[in-house]
Each structure stands twice: as C-alpha cells, then as structure tokens.
C-alpha cells in the first residue's frame, strides 16, 4: 500500500472513530474507573470498566465506555482501544498496553486480529500527538492495575 493510500486510510478511520463513537458512554455495572489528563493539550478521558470471570477464574474486560473531550486522535484512539480490548483477559490488556506504547515508537505492529490498532501508526509522524493517542491506554493501565484510584492520572512524564 502507497504511503498515501495509508494516510488516507488513517484519516478515514480517525475521523470515522471520531464522528461516530461506538463505545461512548458508562459500562454497566463500573468495577473500574479512572479519569486521565493530557495537560499538553487539555484531552481529557473518564474511562469505565466492567470485569467478569470466566469458568477458569480468570478476569476479563466485559465492557469498556469512556466520555471525554479532545481531538480526534484522542477520542478515536478511546474507542479502538474499547473495541479491541473488549472481551481480552486483564493480563493480555495490559501486554496490549504496552504493545500500543511499543507501536508509538515504531517497535512494535499489532497481528492481523487487532489490525485496525495499527492505523494509529500514522500518529508517529507528528510526535506532538502520541500523547493523544496513548492518553487512554495509560488510563486503561492505571484502572486496571489499582483497586480504587479516583484520582486523575496524566501521561505528561511519558517519554
């Protein structure tokens, strides 16, 4: 595929997460909840969890919802990452996490399965904006590794 063709594909999908979010909202019941900060730029991200187990005593994410306001990078990259994680056990989530942080810097590209995560690539051309699209995947680690934290996280200190 043409580098064009790719950053075409990479606005489409965006804007499409964007203007049509398919994971906005509270999951029901709220096992986890976190709010994340992007100060750079004032994205802000409320991100809800709700956690099953299943017959082997394993958790898993059953349902994933934010609200929020940022840019577009920001608000698409919330709803891949509820769309790609939904129904994935708490560890591989977390092993995601640090796959996405991993793909910001060009080390890492997800398989064929979470393929639509790869379109984030595109951010890596304005580093400005990796903290957009990595905001809810620090949010997502931070309710997922705490009990009860009501506090606001920030990935300001991220590298």
């Known amino acids: 595929m043409s ?3 790719l950053r075409t594909l990479y606005q489409q999908v965006i804007l499409e997460h964007y203007k049509k979010p398919r994971h906005r909202g509270q999951a029901n019941p709220v096992d986890r909840r976190q709010r994340g900060h992007n100060p750079s730029c004032g994205d802000t991200i409320d991100l809800t969890v709700a956690l099953a187990t299943d017959d082997a005593g394993q ?5 994933i919802k934010f609200e929020g306001e940022g840019c577009a990078i920001a608000m698409a990259s919330a ?11 708490v560890g591989r989530a977390l092993e995601m ?3 996405f942080q991993s ?3 060009g080390q890492f590209e997800f398989p064929k399965e979470f393929r639509k995560l790869n379109v984030m690539q595109g951010v890596a051309q304005f580093p400005v904006r990796i903290k957009c699209a990595t905001l809810t995947w620090h949010t997502l680690r931070a309710a997922l590794q705490q009990q009860q ?3 606001v996280i920030s990935n300001e200190e991220e590298d």
């Open 97 to 99: 996490v640090e796959q």
């Open 103 to 105: 793909m910001m810097k």
């Open 79 to 89: 709803d891949l990452m509820a769309d790609a994680l939904r129904g994935q056990p």
């Open 149 to 151: 934290n009501n506090g």
């Open 3 to 5: 580098l064009d063709n």
């Open 59 to 63: 958790s898993f994410i059953k349902d």
